[in-house]
């Protein structure tokens, strides 16, 4: 025959088993506060007086400053996250340029040719380098050798911070043949003014020619081109974007900067843009 229990124990046990709602409501073991495992547990009352669950981190870190455990908290960020994921400031969300197709390329840049104005040669200059417009429209001739075919873009005026060396095809040299012809200033591409060309310029020649596109989309144009149409390898189509190596272990062992192989496919590039139409 099974023995009941004690009218007072079996109550203690079902009070036990009932959920409690108040606010200070706190999980013991005995006569001491639980520990590990203790946060998994706890629940927060919401201002409607309804309890949710948080997240296993945040349940942990809200158990220690109530005394319900002990150690260090799981969801500290400094000296325990902030070594695991990335830094908040440097999270972005992903934005895409409008491009155009790089077969589209030819017709584009036959139409482009016959744009007038200063805002016309410098994006075409910029599509044949696959620099940004910023670097083009503050670049100066000084940056030039003009005999070598390359301009060197000093890293402060890097996104990467980074001197970064391009080397310039016959087309690109056939604008800044022009452009040296009419030279007015220290700046290559100035503006009517005198200074550094406005950034609307080259997004505004796009407009009056109705191209769906943004300048730093044929950025992305070049990057399709040579991943799809070229077996120059992935380095050498980054570096000519100036782009950061994410891997710093990678970044560590490359020395550099492949441009003998950047020069031919700049070569290319130029080449593919010229093709009849």
Known sequence: MKSQAHPAVAQHHRDLRQPSHRSDARPRCGATACDEGAGANLASENRDGQASTW??????????????????????????????????????????????????????????????????????????????????????????????????????????????????SDAALAILSSQKAVRLNEYVFPSPRGGILSDMTLSAVLRRMEVEAVPHGFRSTFRDWAAEKTDYPRDAAEMALAHTIADKVEAAYRRGDLFEKRRKMMRDWADHCAQPV
């Open 55 to 168: 997240s296993p981190g945040i349940r942990a870190g809200l158990a220690i400053t109530r005394d319900l455990r002990s150690g260090p908290n799981p969801a500290r960020w400094k000296g325990h996250l902030d070594t695991l994921l990335a830094q908040p400031g440097k999270i972005s969300k992903a934005k895409h340029h409008k491009r155009l197709p790089y077969a589209e390329m030819p017709a584009f840049m036959a139409k482009l040719r016959n744009q007038t104005g200063i805002g016309a040669k410098a994006l075409e200059f910029t599509i044949l380098t696959a620099a940004r417009s910023g670097e083009v429209r503050a670049a100066t001739w000084d940056e030039f050798d003009l005999k070598a075919g390359i301009w060197t873009v000093p890293a402060d005026r890097m996104k990467a911070g980074k001197e970064h060396r391009v080397p310039l």
